[in-house]
């Protein structure tokens, strides 16, 4: 018998919290006593994983294994077997050494990240109270099973998704699952199938604590089934590429086609025109490792080191340096409301009398009633006393009698005390409805309440609570006999009072931080548990377009289409449960966003897990601390902002890198192949090409610290293979033609010795690659844009290397002839001309869209 077969699981309990008690129990096979150990036991070992949570660690072998499938990785270990093959030991064990310390890299952050649903499921290793065969008993919470009473107190942690049965004054800390900021009341009742999760006032979620009071649960949904479960089980999955790293691989799969159609046409050609067949193979072999930009994964790692310890100082931990470049190319930014856009508590913005005027009296008694009330501390009465204080409001001449603590039903708390001006009164504070409800009078007891009172008061209420006001009533009646006990049925014929407006403002530079990222082309998106008026409320206030709001009720009606088009059009979501969270990202991501997700919860991991860029909190709770890429040492949107900054510098030095390094590479690959099949000799040796190619990248290694345009960090930039393959063709064409002129001059018109012109030909070619970095670093003309000292000090470094290598000792290792001055001059003056060209088509490339994609000049 299978575990469905057992017991009916999720399909068959679907919206449970809609059903009555009876038809759980029917539905169950249980009741109100619980089951049986013997049938406990039997529905435990027929699903043996039903209740538990599994996890197994990642294999060593499979992440090392994995690192290995990049593009570019395989490239570079292609790079370095021919470098082998060509005897350039050297060149080898470089590229080796790179590819070991990008791998290296690579798996100790996925070893990391692999720890956080394992942190997960640890965080869920409780014990739990039954009710079994009529007795309590304590067990390991990953042995209860459906149908099971669970029995929950101050402090216990529940150990499954379950429908309260009875309760006493029963508060629950559901935060980490629905964000709310409170403890949130549970009572005995179904409550409507469409639901959210953070309105199901009669569920208690595997995970959550116990703040106060007592409870009987059913457990309902067990294990992996529960909402906790389907995080954790979410998150023990592989997490996809983040922009980056797509682009990254795409560019290693554009550089493994370049290569193959270079190295097999150079090949072809040299056997149809009867060449040796090795030294053909080892010349086309040297022209495709002479197009491999090897230092690149050695200069992100060194940027993205850099990025991340500057993003320290200001205040951000990286915990995958890859994340930073995604940073910056971020274009859409979610975010809860509570404690990120807003301070993340409750304050007492106003007591107002019933005509909507500032009262002291109505704050007096709100505070006797917070100060008296003698129930669990919260954060509403704590606000009323803040503002008391703060007013210099005295409570020591008040003497308390008796109290009716609060219960969901009434909704409202009573104080009884002995007032020096009022004499012994009860003191009722609670929500409007109820306490409106029980009042006959209004401002003073002898003035009767009328329908046209009520009316104002309604309408009062309503104004306020549609400006996302959380609003309590209060109210009053003189007590006959001050000592006489209290009870719910003294609740009546009261004394309607005022009000009191309760707001959870934006913190002070909130409005300010959402203007920036939106100049930085980076839209801010609030998604939030809490109720639709207060977001909507928030969004106002801090400058989102609050026009339309869409609820968990409704995402559980639209379909993933549908929600992909509103999502892109949606600034606000409220009253989301965190499932919900998680598609909304996915809604954005189809909709070709790259999208951030900013939050602390539990009911954020799957989000941040699924965001290209996961962002929390120094004191978000481990898993989804651990389903981040960045943790903030202070949830302020300011920090984000300067991630965001250096995410785009450390970008943009990168694709100065890629851009310059591909380009030249391919002019000169595809200058020398051209060349090699109407020469009797080959244009560069193998170790010359190799050489050219070591040298040609030191300069870069300097780019790390270079100057970024401003204008640059304006707008998110993306790794657009197609801009890099247009750049590579256009700009390397440019290099042809200066090289194929370089080869009639040395041939035909000066007619050097193989020698002198495979010397001449490495030092053009290497001077060119030196200049067209300078040009290509900036969309801005290059007489405008400064680079940084030490890219200046590296050029100028290689470029005496070039000019001084036929004249030095090892001249004869690498098969170099001096030059004749007026040639070296000759060269040099073709190389600042080809800089002139480049500056000029770089302008007509970088503002034509159909080439420069998102990277074109603004």
């Given amino acids: 018998m299978t575990e469905r077969e057992a017991y009916p699981a999720s399909e068959r309990t679907e919206a449970y919290w809609a059903l009555e008690r009876q038809t759980l129990f029917a539905q169950l096979h249980s009741g109100p006593t619980g089951l049986t150990e013997?049938?406990?036991?039997?529905?435990?070992?027929?699903?043996?994983?039903?209740?538990?949570?599994?996890?197994?660690?990642?294999?060593?072998?499979?992440?090392?294994?994995?690192?290995?499938?990049?593009?570019?990785?395989?490239?570079?270990?292609?790079?370095?077997?021919?470098?082998?093959?060509?005897?350039?030991?050297?060149?080898?064990?470089?590229?080796?050494?790179?590819?070991?310390?990008?791998?290296?890299?690579?798996?100790?952050?996925?070893f990391i990240a692999s720890r956080a649903f394992e942190r997960l499921a640890r965080r869920a290793m409780i014990m739990a109270v039954v009710l079994r065969d009529h007795r309590l008993r304590r067990i390991a919470a990953h042995r209860v099973v459906p149908g099971d009473v669970v029995l929950l107190?101050?402090?216990?942690?529940?150990?499954?998704?379950?429908?309260?049965?009875?309760?006493?004054?029963?508060?629950?800390?559901?935060?980490?699952?629905?964000?709310?900021?409170?403890?949130?009341?549970?009572?005995?009742?179904?409550?409507?199938?469409?639901?959210?999760?953070?309105?199901?006032?009669?569920?208690?979620?595997?995970?959550?604590?116990?703040?106060?009071?007592?409870?009987?649960?059913?457990?309902?949904?067990?294990?992996?089934?529960?909402?906790?479960?389907?995080?954790?089980?979410?998150?023990?999955?592989?997490?996809?590429?983040?922009?980056?790293?797509?682009?990254?691989?795409?560019?290693?799969?554009?550089?493994?086609?370049?290569?193959?159609?270079?190295?097999?046409?150079?090949?072809?050609?040299?056997?149809?025109?009867?060449?040796?067949?090795?030294?053909g193979?080892?010349?086309?072999?040297?022209?495709?490792?002479?197009?491999?930009?090897?230092?690149?994964?050695?200069?992100?790692?060194?940027?993205?080191a850099r990025g991340a310890r500057q993003l320290a100082e200001r205040g951000v931990i990286v915990r995958k340096l890859n994340a930073i470049e995604s940073l910056g190319a971020m274009t859409v930014m979610c975010t809860d409301k509570t404690g990120t856009l807003t301070s993340g508590e409750a304050i007492l913005d106003l007591a107002m009398d019933s005509r909507g005027q500032p009262s002291a009296a109505v704050l007096r008694l709100s505070a006797l009633n917070a100060a008296l009330q003698g129930g669990t501390k919260n954060p509403i009465d704590d606000a009323i006393m803040r503002k008391a204080a703060a007013l210099h409001v005295s409570l020591s001449s008040d003497e308390s009698h008796?109290?009716?603590?609060?219960?969901?039903?009434?909704?409202?708390?009573?104080?009884?005390?002995?007032?020096?001006?009022?004499?012994?009164?009860?003191?009722?504070?609670?929500?409007?409805?109820?306490?409106?409800e029980r009042c006959i009078a209004i401002d003073d007891p002898n003035r009767a309440i009328t329908p046209a009172d009520r009316a104002a008061l309604i309408k009062l209420h309503e104004n306020w609570t549609e400006k996302g006001v959380r609003v309590l009533a209060v109210a009053y009646r003189p007590l006959l006999v001050s000592l006489e006990p209290l009870s719910t049925d003294d609740e009546q014929g009261l004394c309607f009072i005022g009000l009191l407006c309760?707001?959870?403002?934006?913190?002070?530079?909130?409005?300010?931080?959402?203007?920036?990222?939106?100049?930085?082309?980076?839209?801010?998106?609030?998604?939030?548990?809490?109720?639709?008026?207060?977001?909507?409320?928030?969004?106002?206030?801090?400058?989102?377009?609050?026009?339309?709001?869409?609820?968990?009720?409704?995402?559980?009606?639209?379909?993933?289409?549908?929600?992909?088009?509103?999502?892109?059009?949606?600034?606000?979501?409220?009253?989301?449960?965190?499932?919900?969270?998680?598609?909304?990202?996915?809604?954005?991501?189809?909709?070709?966003?790259v999208v951030g997700f900013l939050g602390d919860g539990v009911n954020d991991a799957l989000a941040l897990h699924t965001a290209d860029v996961g962002i929390s909190v120094h004191n978000a709770v481990d898993v989804a601390r651990d389903a981040s890429d960045?943790?903030?040492?202070?949830?302020?949107?300011?920090?984000?902002?300067?991630?965001?900054?250096?995410?785009?510098?450390?970008?943009?030095?990168?694709?100065?890198?890629?851009?310059?390094?591909?380009?030249?590479?391919?002019?000169?690959?595809?200058?020398?192949?051209?060349?090699?099949?109407?020469?009797?000799?080959?244009?560069?040796?193998?170790?010359?090409?190799?050489?050219?190619?070591?040298?040609s990248d030191i300069p870069s290694a300097a780019l790390s610290r270079d100057k970024v345009d401003p204008a640059w960090a304006l707008a998110p930039h993306r790794f657009e293979?197609?801009?890099?393959?247009?750049?590579?063709?256009?700009?390397?064409?440019?290099?042809?033609?200066?090289?194929?002129?370089?080869?009639?001059?040395?041939?035909?018109?000066?007619?050097?010795?193989?020698?002198?012109?495979?010397?001449?030909?490495?030092?053009?070619?290497?001077?060119?690659?030196?200049?067209?970095?300078?040009?290509?670093?900036?969309?801005?003309?290059i007489w405008k844009s400064r680079p940084s000292a030490g890219l200046i000090i590296a050029s100028l470094i290689v470029?005496?290397?070039?000019?001084?290598?036929?004249?030095?000792?090892?001249?004869?290792?690498?098969?170099?002839?001096p030059l004749p001055a007026w040639v070296t001059l000759m060269i040099i003056g073709l190389t600042l001309l080809y800089a002139l060209s480049v500056e000029m088509a770089k302008h007509w490339f970088f503002r034509n869209s159909r080439l420069a994609g998102s990277f074109t000049v603004c």
Wanted: glycine fraction near 6%.
């Fill in 799 to 817: 470029a005496a290397i070039a000019l001084l290598l036929p004249v030095s000792p090892l001249a004869r290792l690498f098969e170099f002839e």
């Fill in 402 to 436: 008796g109290r009716i603590p609060f219960d969901y039903s009434r909704k409202c708390v009573s104080v009884s005390v002995s007032d020096k001006t009022l004499g012994p009164i009860l003191i009722t504070k609670g929500a409007f409805g109820q306490v409106l």
């Fill in 153 to 279: 107190e101050p402090g216990s942690r529940v150990p499954a998704d379950g429908v309260v049965l009875s309760d006493r004054e029963f508060y629950v800390n559901q935060a980490a699952l629905t964000g709310e900021a409170f403890a949130v009341a549970k009572r005995v009742g179904p409550i409507r199938a469409d639901a959210a999760l953070g309105q199901r006032s009669n569920v208690v979620f595997m995970g959550s604590s116990v703040e106060s009071g007592a409870a009987q649960v059913l457990a309902v949904r067990t294990g992996q089934e529960t909402v906790f479960g389907r995080i954790f089980e979410q998150l023990a999955h592989q997490a996809g590429p983040n922009e980056f790293e797509r682009g990254i691989a795409g560019f290693g799969r554009l550089l493994m086609q370049t290569m193959l159609i270079i190295t097999l046409v150079v090949l072809a050609v040299h056997v149809i025109r009867e060449r040796p067949a090795v030294e």
């Fill in 502 to 593: 309760f707001i959870d403002p934006p913190k002070h530079d909130t409005a300010e931080m959402v203007a920036a990222l939106a100049r930085r082309g980076v839209a801010l998106k609030m998604i939030t548990g809490d109720d639709r008026l207060a977001a909507r409320a928030t969004a106002k206030a801090i400058g989102l377009n609050a026009e339309r709001v869409i609820t968990g009720s409704m995402l559980m009606s639209m379909s993933d289409q549908a929600l992909t088009h509103a999502a892109a059009a949606t600034s606000v979501f409220a009253e989301v449960d965190p499932s919900q969270k998680e598609r909304i990202v996915r809604a954005l991501q189809r909709s070709d966003a």
């Fill in 281 to 304: 193979l080892m010349f086309a072999l040297a022209l495709a490792v002479g197009l491999t930009p090897e230092l690149l994964p050695a200069i992100i790692s060194v940027m993205l």
């Fill in 38 to 110: 013997r049938e406990a036991r039997r529905r435990l070992a027929s699903s043996p994983f039903a209740s538990e949570l599994i996890y197994g660690r990642h294999d060593w072998l499979l992440l090392i294994g994995r690192q290995f499938k990049n593009p570019l990785v395989v490239v570079l270990l292609f790079a370095s077997a021919c470098s082998m093959l060509l005897a350039d030991w050297v060149e080898a064990l470089v590229v080796l050494g790179i590819v070991l310390m990008s791998t290296s890299l690579g798996f100790s952050q996925e």
């Fill in 630 to 695: 960045f943790v903030l040492l202070r949830k302020e949107l300011a920090l984000i902002c300067s991630g965001i900054d250096e995410g785009r510098r450390t970008f943009a030095n990168t694709m100065k890198y890629v851009l310059s390094t591909t380009s030249a590479n391919f002019g000169n690959m595809v200058s020398m192949g051209f060349i090699s099949l109407v020469l009797p000799f080959l244009p560069l040796l193998p170790s010359q090409i190799l050489l050219n190619n070591f040298l």
């Fill in 721 to 781: 293979l197609s801009m890099i393959r247009n750049a590579m063709v256009f700009f390397g064409l440019i290099s042809v033609i200066f090289d194929l002129a370089l080869f009639g001059l040395l041939l035909w018109v000066i007619d050097l010795a193989p020698s002198v012109f495979r010397t001449a030909w490495f030092i053009e070619s290497l001077l060119t690659e030196l200049v067209v970095l300078f040009v290509i670093r900036s969309r801005a003309a």
